[in-house]
């Protein structure tokens, strides 16, 4: 087991990569609508292009694993997210003020990122280990130390390099994917029997218990990402307290939590239900969005949004696990379509409350994407037992 520490540690970093690519923009988008003069939309524009490029990563994975295998797509991956990280200081620098170069320095970096989500966790579960679900949920721990990191750091660095120069914090990031990417040039990667024949779309898509995990992985993306854009507008909005603090208190309670559940959760995974364990985890982030939809006061409004960072740790990890399990022969298709699934809920997930809240109020945008969570613990208790949904 010890000889595959430097590839678990490989994986770890990778997905705190895939966190400095989430979540370091969000925080200097005040700077770039002050210097690019950007509009409200053309923010949510990178935001939606970092989606988009991911989503045509998750479905290009496959192709690009059959012919270069893991070590290839590891090393292509971070090579990508490198070039997209210094493109955006060299494109930013070379082209002052220039709204295209940020978009296709955000292209770049985003495809690698989509990359990495979809190899790294099968990688994990090829290692050797008697307990797979601990370990694909200590895996996902760390794009939540990524995000503490990612936020705090960037953050800080805004305050020491001041506003004019926040070009170099890409470059300053890229240094992690950049050390990372010559780590799986020499790191020992278990890549799949060729020999074994892998399910097909068809099949997947034809299995009832397939629809399930996919309906989670919808769920669980939406339900995690709608809390994490909206945390910091949340705590403003609860405790009165300014953008800045606001912008730190919020997503990083909730990334801690977040980090928390998930790491506890790879101590104790195996003696319990990993289902029932997914369905009490959702419960209480109904009972956390219901609590931001009809609380005013203080103190509930933070802990609601700590807590929801821990209620929707389990539920991508865990799908990941059980599926992995249910499906032995699923391969990367597998995991490719539910990172699909899971990027279009992070789509899904915010725009619904956005759009909610713009209609009526931030409080029945929490109430609508409770439904998120409720509609996983709806699926889980129709989910078909695995003996009647065998795949070949």
């Given at each position: 087991m010890?000889?595959?520490?430097a590839?678990?540690?490989?994986c770890?970093t990778?997905?705190?990569v895939q ?6 923009l969000?925080v ?17 524009r ?9 989503l ?6 496959p192709l ?8 290839g797509?590891?090393v292509l ?8 990280l210094v493109?955006?200081?060299g494109?930013?620098?070379?082209f002052t003020?220039?709204?295209a170069?940020?978009?296709t320095?955000?292209v770049i970096?985003a495809?690698?990122s989509g ?7 099968p ?5 050797p280990?008697s ?19 990612t ?7 805004v ?11 890409p ?7 950049l050390?990372?990417?010559f780590?799986?040039c ?12 892998e ?8 299995n009832r218990?397939?629809l399930?995990?996919?309906v ?15 945390a ?7 405790l ?11 997503p ?9 559940g ?7 995974a195996?003696?319990?239900?990993a ?14 969005y219901?609590?931001?939809a ?7 409004v933070l802990?609601a ?13 865990g799908?990941?696990?059980?599926a ?9 298709l597998l995991?490719?379509?539910f990172?699909?699934f899971?990027?279009v809920?992070?789509s ?21 994407a ?9 699926t ?8 009647d949904?065998?795949?070949?």
């Amino acid at each position: 087991m010890k000889r595959y520490g430097a590839v678990k540690a490989a994986c770890y970093t990778g997905y705190i990569v895939q966190a400095i690519i989430n979540n370091f923009l969000p925080v200097l988008f005040v700077i770039l609508q002050k210097d690019y003069g950007l509009s409200y939309e053309q923010l949510g524009r990178l935001v939606f292009v970092n989606f988009i490029s991911q989503l045509v990563a998750d479905v290009c994975a496959p192709l690009i694993v059959k012919h270069i295998g893991y070590r290839g797509a590891a090393v292509l991956s971070h090579a990508l997210v490198t070039t997209g990280l210094v493109g955006m200081w060299g494109l930013s620098t070379a082209f002052t003020g220039s709204y295209a170069a940020l978009l296709t320095a955000a292209v770049i970096y985003a495809f690698g990122s989509g990359l990495i989500e979809v190899i790294i966790s099968p990688m994990v579960e090829l290692l050797p280990s008697s307990n797979k679900a601990g370990s694909m949920a200590v895996l996902h721990s760390f794009y939540c130390w990524g995000q503490l990191l990612t936020i705090a750091l960037t953050t800080f660095m805004v305050l020491k390099l001041g506003d004019a120069n926040w070009s170099f914090i890409p470059l300053i990031w890229a240094i992690i994917p950049l050390v990372n990417m010559f780590a799986f040039c020499v790191v020992p990667v278990m890549e799949p029997n060729p020999e074994v024949r892998e399910s097909t779309v068809k099949e997947l898509f034809s299995n009832r218990m397939f629809l399930c995990f996919a309906v989670f992985m919808l769920c669980a993306g939406a339900s995690e990402i709608a809390m994490a854009e909206w945390a910091s507008a949340f705590v403003q909005q609860g405790l009165g307290l300014n953008k800045t603090i606001g912008d730190l208190l919020g997503p990083c309670t909730f990334a801690l939590c977040m980090g928390i559940g998930r790491a506890v959760y790879g101590v104790f995974a195996g003696r319990y239900s990993a289902v029932r364990a997914l369905i009490l985890n959702n419960a209480l982030c109904v009972a956390c969005y219901g609590v931001a939809a009809f609380c005013s006061s203080p103190v509930p409004v933070l802990i609601a949004c700590a807590l929801c960072g821990f209620s929707v740790s389990l539920s991508w990890p865990g799908t990941y696990s059980l599926a992995a399990e249910r499906f032995p022969h699923g391969g990367t298709l597998l995991f490719s379509l539910f990172a699909l699934f899971g990027d279009v809920g992070c789509s899904i997930g915010p725009w619904v409350l956005g759009m909610v809240a713009d209609r009526s109020s931030l409080q029945n945008g929490f109430l609508m994407a409770a439904v998120f969570p409720l509609l996983f613990i709806i699926t889980a208790l129709l989910l078909p037992k695995e003996k009647d949904c065998k795949t070949e």
